[in-house]
């Protein structure tokens, strides 16, 4: 964690709490976690300034909107020195919903989601082989997804234990 950056065990708490459901009230996470829901609202406000929450949002089937090809491209590139202009061109693209620079093949590691696979076809061909710097790409479509979950941040026992005293 970086430094200056200090989160206990009831954060981790808060958090792994909207990890797994961002709909729940506060005063809800207040009562189970036996706080007042003003110590949850500065908590989450704090975890914000801090940068640990990034925002809020909703997860969504594409597939049932359409889109029914999930897709992982490894892009090659030029010069790795390129990253930054080319991961700022990718970002105009619609489909591109996540883009890692990465160790490994690849210098990039970035994920699209298309209609079918002509409308895959064209992003590609006609956006992201175009964008200048890109050397060349391998496609890898997702047949199915069988894991997607929040990260664990506390265990099982810490979860369940009421916070202290030095700690509300």
């Known amino acids: 964690m970086k430094k200056g950056i200090e989160i206990d065990r009831l954060d981790k708490q808060i958090l792994s709490i909207l990890m797994r459901d961002a709909k729940i009230a506060y005063t809800e996470i207040a009562k189970k976690l036996f706080v007042s829901g003003g110590t949850i609202h500065v908590r989450m406000k704090k975890l914000e300034d801090v940068g640990i ?13 359409g889109y029914d090809i999930s897709a992982y491209l490894g892009i090659y ?11 700022e061109e ?7 919903v996540e883009a890692h620079y990465t160790t490994g093949l690849y210098n990039i590691f970035a994920r699209v989601f298309c209609r079918d696979t002509a409308h895959l076809k064209e992003v590609l061909h006609d ?9 060349r790409t391998e496609t890898f479509i997702s047949l199915q997804e069988s894991i997607n979950r929040p990260l664990e941040i506390l265990s099982l026992n810490e979860e369940e234990d009421e916070p202290s005293n030095d700690e509300l």
């Open 53 to 65: 929450v990034k925002g809020h949002s909703l997860t969504v089937d594409y597939g049932k909107l």
């Open 77 to 87: 590139l030029d010069k790795s020195s390129l990253y930054e202009e080319v991961a």
């Open 90 to 96: 990718l970002e105009k693209i619609p489909e591109v």
């Open 127 to 135: 956006k992201i082989q175009n964008i200048p710097g890109i050397q």
